[in-house]
């Protein structure tokens, strides 16, 4: 993943400079538990975006990069995450490997998508997804919109509100694959997104869960879905001796039969 700064909203230009931010840099030492998102903004390989900024984020195996806008005035979600990265570079890769048979057909829901990249480079990367939900809580909406129609994807991928632990509302199809992206980071959402995950799921559900190592707490949110779910290390990535040295990981979720 390489993120181009391109303007502020309301100043595009043609083209601008490329500033190229590969890998999965990170510092794990200086994460404070207590408070990871006060503290991530010191380890992100960009500068956190500034009000309305709008960028290019290119992956390896996009044609061409996604254009997105992010704007934290919504919440902590309207910046691009790392684990987003990894999510996205498995996702595309698996399809490749497969011929394009990975998610054909498939109805894939995001939970927590934030600006909506990890949705959106899936969505373009793998056309022959029957639907793509984005989700996350109302003061999201605006911006998953937006970036939408900044990638001209209105007519395959919705926005939809979908609050963890909250009913699911009966527009929001029953999906194949469930994506989630950094977001496992808040111990009071552990159960609201656990509850979510089981009510979204049946043992024929793939949830994957790409995240950043944050010491005891994620080992905590993982003690409590296992409960509910498998748990499997994804290790057939090619990038994954890259992101795990950088605290990140990606796992397939299968529901339990009870
Ligand atoms: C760290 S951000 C990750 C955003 C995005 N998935 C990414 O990787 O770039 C966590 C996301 O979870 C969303 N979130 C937090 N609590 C939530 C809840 N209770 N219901 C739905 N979404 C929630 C936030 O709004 C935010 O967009």
New binding site residues.
């Given amino acids: 993943m390489a993120y181009t700064s391109l303007a502020q909203v309301d100043d595009l230009p043609e083209s601008l400079p490329v500033l190229r931010l590969d890998g999965y840099d990170s510092d794990l030492s200086s994460i404070d538990e207590q408070d990871p998102?006060g503290r991530m903004t010191l380890v992100e390989t960009a500068p956190p975006p500034e009000y309305g900024a709008i960028g290019k984020v290119t992956f390896e195996l996009l044609d061409t990069p996604i254009e997105l806008a992010q704007d934290l005035s919504g919440?902590?979600?309207g910046k691009?995450?790392e684990?987003?990265g990894v999510m996205v570079d498995y996702m595309l890769w698996k399809q490749e490997q497969t011929q394009g048979l990975f998610l054909q057909g498939k109805k894939v829901l995001?939970?927590?998508?934030?600006?909506g990249?990890?949705g959106l480079a899936v969505a373009k990367g793998c056309a022959n997804v029957d639907t793509m939900v984005i989700?996350?809580?109302i003061p999201?909406m605006h911006l998953m919109s937006q970036n939408i129609t900044l990638n001209k994807l209105d007519d395959r991928v919705q926005a939809k509100i979908?609050?963890?632990?909250a009913p699911i509302s009966s527009d929001i199809p029953v999906p194949d694959v469930i994506l989630?992206?950094?977001?496992v980071?808040?111990e009071v959402?552990y159960q609201?997104?656990i509850d979510t995950l089981v009510a979204l799921s049946n043992k024929d559900t793939d949830i994957y869960m790409s995240y950043r190592k944050r010491r005891r707490a994620n080992k905590r949110f993982f003690q409590m879905a296992r409960k509910k779910f498998h748990l499997i290390e994804v290790t057939e990535d090619p990038k994954r001796e890259q992101y795990t040295k950088d605290g990140l990981r990606l796992y397939l979720m299968k529901k339990k039969s009870q």
């Fill in positions: 998102f919440g902590c979600g691009i995450w684990a987003a995001e939970l927590g998508s934030g600006t990249l990890v989700t996350d809580q999201m979908l609050d963890w632990g989630a992206s950094d977001c980071y808040l959402a609201p997104l």
